[in-house]
């Protein structure tokens, strides 16, 4: 039964079924969700937390690929542009971990079409969400409404994350779990508000040496008096004159005893260990410096972020995804764990430099569009060789790699000479065709220039050789492809080119570079 929580929620204000009010903690200050958010330090956990993954795109792909659905898939512009229509998916997407973070459960009413697509998603407070299950043992969710009795809804229609957990159903929540610290956090600043709107004096109490008796009615004047003209943070500093053997004393421990800018540092330390977040990113930077908050920032995207992340991830895919066999959903975090500029120059030129990346795959990590056909060709050094075949005079490895160069380029340039001239052809353009050659001439030099140097014997006439052979190749192609447009032999000539030319090309250019 399809239940829309999303529209009564909004028709009316709901309660929820309890405060979330636990034991008292031994601070002696209760701790429940509202108390817990204004706990500075655990208010910013939950807020880097949530607006960093918040910040993520999330998207539908397709499997063994990386390729997105993009407009093409509902559930893709639901997750990463909008999930209903009155939040986007950056607010959706912090709502869902806020109520992760602090009550460990976060729900979504799932909305359906007729054709069973989803169309919304609505999230729900987990405090009117209760797990439950009914006389078969069967798993549904009791969701409170505000006018009429609570649904009981299907698995199906409710979008349900977890966080650490027992039986993998209902989350612990982390206020229940830290009540004492942040109980000690709160009546820190409380104290803190105590003693500083109380102009910096302690506890204080006013003894009578001098025997002078006095009325209830005068103590409690004197009293009124004391207090009007001395606490508070505008009577701070002020002189008080007492007479008739009266003295004041102080009660309590200073603060600096009681250790209170310390004890107020340290729990900031412990809410950071209940989200595995580092200090520094609340401001705490006693223990951090230039050179290992790079460090502390991945840790932080690996610790805090990435496992938050997977959860949700892998949720959609068994909530969301109605084909999880050809898709999957993702969030791309690899900019969270980029270092400096000059970190990610050094890595991917090694990579460049073994042939493990190409040049569009180190732009895709940079978030930068792809050159073209050039962008996938991986390049290796032509000058590494073991030290007994540097010693023996045997550099056929080199030889070979420079070989592998050459047929690589002379099939990149076949490819994009081959693109061209189809175009051309089918116009039968010959003034476009001489056009185009002419240009792919000085192409085909400048490209093999740096290569030619390892089969050219004299580098004076490695030049030279390049454009003499360059020339009758340009030439004989040029007029091979316009006898076969007079003749009508396009296709066929096209089939061969594609077969063998590159081929061909790779072994006369060598052959005509190694001849003397």
């Known amino acids: 039964m399809f239940f829309n929580v999303s529209a009564k929620r909004r028709a009316g204000t709901q309660q929820p079924r309890n405060n979330f009010i636990f034991s008292p903690a031994v601070s002696g200050v209760d701790v429940n969700d509202e108390s817990a958010f204004k706990y500075s330090a655990f208010f910013a956990c939950m807020r880097i937390i949530s607006e960093t993954i918040a910040y993520l795109p999330w998207r539908v792909i397709v499997q063994g690929t990386k390729t997105t659905l993009g407009t093409d898939s509902k559930l893709d512009d639901i997750i990463y542009r909008r999930p209903n229509s009155e939040i986007n998916s950056f607010i959706f997407k912090e709502i869902l971990l806020q109520h992760l973070l602090g009550w460990g459960n976060a729900y979504c009413e799932i909305e359906r079409s007729r054709a069973g697509d989803i169309v919304n998603l609505w999230p729900i407070d987990p405090s009117l969400v209760n797990a439950d299950r009914d006389s078969n043992g069967r798993l549904y969710y009791d969701v409170m409404t505000q006018n009429g009795p609570n649904q009981a809804m299907n698995p199906k229609d409710i979008f349900a994350l977890c966080g650490p957990s027992r039986d993998g159903i209902v989350g612990y929540s982390v206020i229940q779990q830290a009540k004492e610290t942040i109980s000690m956090g709160l009546a820190a600043e409380a104290f803190g508000a105590a003693f500083f709107g109380n102009g910096a004096i302690p506890y204080t109490i006013i003894t009578n040496d001098g025997g002078a008796k006095l009325s209830p009615e005068g103590v409690k004047n004197m009293l009124n008096t004391f207090n009007r003209k001395n606490k508070g943070a505008k009577n701070a500093m002020k002189t008080e004159y007492l007479d008739a053997g009266l003295k004041i004393d102080t009660l309590g421990i200073p603060p600096q005893d009681a250790q209170y800018l310390e004890s107020r540092a340290f729990q900031i330390k412990e809410i950071c260990r209940w989200f595995r977040v580092p200090p520094h990113k609340l401001a705490d930077l006693e223990r951090s410096t230039h050179t290992n908050i790079e460090a502390q920032n991945i840790e932080f995207v690996t610790d805090a972020v990435i496992p938050w992340v997977s959860r949700l991830e892998k949720q959609a895919d068994y909530s969301l995804v ?174 061969s080119w594609r077969a063998r030319k590159a081929e061909n090309l790779t072994r006369d250019l060598i052959g005509s570079l190694s001849n003397d």
Not at 359 to 383: F, H, Q, T, W, Y
Not at 407 to 422: G, N, Q, S, W
């Open 322 to 495: 109605r084909y999880p066999d050809k898709f999957y959903t993702k969030m791309n975090v690899l900019g969270l764990l980029r270092g400096d500029s000059k970190a990610r120059s050094e890595y991917y030129h090694t990579l460049a430099n073994l042939g493990v990346l190409s040049i569009d795959e180190i732009r895709e990590k940079e978030d930068m569009d792809s050159i073209g056909d050039d962008g996938d060709l991986r390049l290796v050094p032509m000058n590494m060789t073991t030290p007994e075949r540097a010693k023996s005079g045997d550099l056929a490895p080199n030889k070979q790699a420079a070989t592998n160069i050459v047929k690589d380029t002379a099939a990149r340039f076949v490819k994009i000479e081959l693109a061209r001239l189809e175009k051309l052809s089918d116009k039968r353009d010959l003034q476009g065709i001489a056009n185009f050659y002419v240009g792919h001439a000085r192409s085909l030099v400048d490209g093999f220039a740096n290569v030619a140097s390892l089969f050219c014997a004299d580098n004076s006439k490695k030049d030279g050789k390049l454009q003499e052979f360059f020339g009758r190749y340009i030439e004989e192609s040029a007029a091979s492809l316009q006898k076969a447009i007079e003749s009508g032999g396009v296709e066929p000539l096209f089939c």
